[in-house]
């Protein structure tokens, strides 16, 4: 066995026999890193003797063989990260540890998302971390969570505030006794003539002491152990820098004639006001941290502490963790809904603005369907409960909107290569910095190699590059999530922005998804209202849509039904029955030929019908027409503005619709349309995508069925009506709670916004550190004779990162574009 070799148990899903035990054996067997594998039928699983980097690898050829290798996912808050190159530790040591799949921690939510196959203990996870000197605990009860983390930043921020005003207090006078010569000769000789060199130097070392180890020991706790582990960090460059020119600046104090002719200066006051800066400036960054996340904290808040629940023939109040599905739940006016549930009784409108982003209350009386979180009007309602805990529409919410803040966009995988290798780099060109001085610098060489060092290393920010990407993204996504739009995962923020094409399916998403009468043309002598409550007498016991359209019209009217005789129903043509012994047959235009019934006299209404996407459906009574119904699926009153919003953006939009050409064609002349195309078959929607795709189009599908399901997952990105099937949610790359088209046009600028945002991020924090640190090492000094103060360093450093999290939370201003 190799020397790092370790054993590792790993479930294999989908064995049935002695030949899948083989095949699974041959595939481990043939990874690189393997030394042994046996696989048992019985316990479903392989025990493989390995190198731990070959994990991942074992897994994958599992699966290549065809076998499944059950996977979860944890969640860890982690405590300590506090710049890029903690980010990419934390993710090396969870990567390291065996049966771990993929692992991503995000520096804006101080979180890392592992995925694991089944097995892997939190505790194992969090082992690791600690290891690195981190500290992981796992997110089991989000709720909880998502409190905790808010108190715990709130507890930061105040911690910081202090330490930050301690520092400030501790450091003036230090700036005033070490600077007094700078702003005022007669004041500096006032001080000297009073208080003598020697006892002032003392001073400022006392108080420049405590700052360091009193509000700046929180650098040494992290910073020290780092570097140690030869693991170096932000900490560790702050450690360092401070801890140079405060012991330089002490060994100058007390034993200044050992030091070089002219070199015992001290620098008390750089090594106290670093501290001071880089305390303020992460200050602010937890501040702009709090703001970035503020759409997870307003909709944890949405959740309701209790309900009002039936019991024992009584309305009563009780935690809403103790509610289950089927209790019946009172709503009072005014009152937050407690979980999701099924109306009973009563009639209000309820304010669903921060599920789905639309401001106008929404209508709800018996059997519609409430969701937690939103707010009652003025109506009571009594309603049953269907979902509670995790599996509620917020929770649900919750959980996506905390997925997609955690992810890493293909554009941070350039980000990680470089921050990588960068805190080594500064040291090291710190270190050249101090050489070059020494070497070739002015007199006194000592003085200005050792300021020219600290500033190096103080002016470096991996901070501003660690939250360039996530602080964009958390921002962007909570932002979205507050106008109903919901990334399901990061990848669809990035590939939204690259869009050209919009394909729409008609039915649900572009129109109401189900049909209405909209007109009733008479033949000449006929009472329209007679007509339509034979028809509704008949298509009463019909399920058709057409049906159901025809019936709802006549309730609406208040026409009285009448008995039916003889009732036949003949698919694909249409129905038949006696009606007050009357003959009255409704269907197609081939049902009326069938049954030798003119359809001219009628036929220029039709016509018009047709020309306005109406679906026309006959009505024949005593063997002669009667009426001809106009039936549609009326076209969502939200759709013209999102079109023209979708144009606005310089985007393509194809319709796909199953209906015939003529009807189909009209609504996207109604609609302003690009392409129409019509009479596809459920599984056509998928070809449709392929040669769009294939004609060089990136393409965004907007759908809303089960038969939209493939389709949504063919496209370069799919969005799904929230108001749709489960099935559409869970093949969609961004979910629409608002239920219409404007949603589109909003994800995909919204999408634009958010990475031109982290492209502005990622240059100012690159550009930063490109320009100022050779600037901080001397590179203008033979030049123009300019050198840079660590003190301006650390002023520029934590502005550097102030300044990207402020720019990310520009996006909370993005306004919808429909």
């Not at 501040?287 to 759409?295: C, F, L, P, Q, V």
């Not at 009172?330 to 009152?335: A, C």
Request: some cysteine; charged content about 20%.
């Amino acid at each position: 066995m190799a020397e790092n070799a370790l054993r590792q148990v790993i479930p294999v899903e989908g064995m049935t026999c002695a030949s899948c035990v083989r095949r699974v054996e041959k595939a481990i067997a043939a990874v690189p890193g393997v030394t042994a594998a046996t696989v048992n039928l019985a316990t479903e699983s392989a025990d493989v003797t390995l190198d731990p980097a070959a994990s991942g690898a074992v897994i994958a050829a599992i699966e290549k063989a065809g076998y499944a290798v059950p996977e979860e996912t944890v969640t860890l808050d982690i405590e300590g990260m506090t710049c890029a190159s903690c980010v990419r530790r934390v993710e090396k040591a969870l990567a390291g540890v065996p049966g771990v799949v993929s692992a991503t921690a995000n520096l804006a939510t101080n979180q890392a998302t592992v995925t694991a196959i089944s097995g892997v203990t939190p505790a194992a996870l969090a082992a690791a971390v600690a290891r690195i000197g981190y500290e992981a605990k796992p997110v089991t009860d989000r709720a909880a969570a998502g409190w905790d983390r808010e108190a715990a930043r709130a507890q930061e921020y105040r911690l910081l505030k202090r330490e930050v005003a301690i520092a400030a207090l501790l450091s003036i006078p230090v700036i005033v006794v070490e600077m007094g010569a700078h702003l005022s000769d007669s004041f500096h000789h006032a001080l000297m003539m009073r208080f003598g060199e020697q006892p002032l130097r003392i001073f400022s070392f006392l108080l420049t002491t405590i700052v360091l180890f009193g509000p700046g020991l929180r650098f040494f706790r992290k910073g020290i152990p780092a570097l140690w582990r030869l693991a170096p960090d932000m900490n560790s460059l702050v450690v360092v820098g401070t801890a140079a020119a405060w012991a330089y600046s002490t060994f100058a104090t007390f034993f200044p004639e050992a030091l070089p002719q002219g070199t015992a200066q001290v620098y008390f006051e750089s090594a106290a006001v670093i501290v001071v800066l880089i305390l303020f400036g992460r200050m602010m960054e937890a501040r702009a941290k709090g703001r970035t996340s503020e759409a997870i904290s307003k909709l944890m808040k949405l959740q309701a502490k209790t309900a009002r629940i039936a019991r024992d023939g009584a309305f009563v109040d009780v935690p809403v963790e103790t509610v289950v599905a089927g209790d019946v739940v009172q709503l009072r006016p005014g009152e937050r809904v407690p979980v999701d549930g099924e109306v009973l009784e009563g009639q209000s409108f309820v304010d669903e603005s921060m599920i789905s982003g639309e401001p106008v209350p929404v209508l709800k009386e018996k059997g519609a369907e409430l969701t937690g979180g939103t707010v009652n009007g003025t109506g009571g309602l009594t309603y049953t409960v269907t979902r509670v805990g995790e599996d509620t529409v917020l929770a649900q919410i919750i959980r996506m909107v905390e997925s997609a803040q955690g992810a890493k966009l293909p554009v941070q995988a350039m980000v990680d290569r470089v921050t990588a290798w960068f805190v080594p780099a500064v040291m090291a060109i710190a270190l050249l910095t101090f050489a070059v001085w020494m070497i070739v610098g002015p007199e006194p060489q000592l003085s200005h190699a050792l300021v020219n060092a600290v500033a190096v290393l103080i002016i470096a920010c991996p901070c501003a590059m660690g939250l360039a990407t996530p602080a964009s993204i958390m921002t962007g996504t909570g932002r979205a999530a507050e106008m109903g739009t919901l990334f399901r995962n990061g990848e669809a923020l990035q590939d939204l922005r690259d869009v050209t094409v919009v394909a729409v399916d008609k039915t649900g998403t572009l129109t109401e998804g189900h049909p209405v009468l909209t007109d009733v043309l008479t033949a000449e002598g006929e009472d329209r209202a007679a007509l339509l409550a034979l028809a509704a007498s008949i298509e009463e016991q019909s399920e058709h849509p057409a049906a159901r359209a025809i019936v709802d019209r006549a309730r609406e009217e208040g026409l009285a039904l009448q008995p039916v005789s003889g009732f036949a129903a003949e698919a694909g043509f249409g129905v038949a029955a006696e009606v007050a012994g009357r003959r009255v047959a409704i269907g197609a235009r081939r049902y009326m030929d069938r049954l030798g019934v003119d359809s001219g006299p009628l036929s220029a209404g039709v016509q018009a019908l047709a020309e306005k996407a109406r679906t026309p459906l006959y009505m024949a009574v005593d063997g002669r027409l009667a009426a001809v119904f106009g039936i549609a699926d009326p076209v969502k009153k939200t759709t013209p503005d999102a079109i023209r919003a979708l144009h606005g953006l310089g985007l393509k939009v194809v319709m796909i619709s199953g209906d015939v050409r003529s009807t189909a064609e009209a609504i996207g002349r109604e609609l302003g349309i690009d392409e129409v195309v019509a009479e596809v078959l459920p599984s056509g929607k998928v070809e449709v995508i392929k040669r769009l795709k294939a004609e060089g189009a990136r393409v965004a599908f907007v759908g809303d069925g089960i038969n939209d399901a493939p389709a949504l997952a063919e496209a370069d990105v799919g969005l799904a009506v929230g108001t749709g099937t489960d099935i559409a949610i869970e093949s969609a790359d961004v979910v629409l709670m608002g239920g219409d088209l404007k949603g589109t046009a909003n994800a995909i600028a919204l999408s634009r916004a958010t990475m031109t945002n982290i492209a502005g991020n990622l240059f100012w924090a690159f550009a930063y550190n490109v320009v100022l640190i050779p600037v901080a090492a001397g590179l203008l000094y033979p030049v123009a004779g300019i050198t840079l103060s660590p003190m301006l360093g650390a002023g520029a450093m934590a502005l550097s990162s102030v300044f990207v999290l402020g720019n990310a939370l520009r996006l909370k201003r993005f306004r919808a574009v429909a």
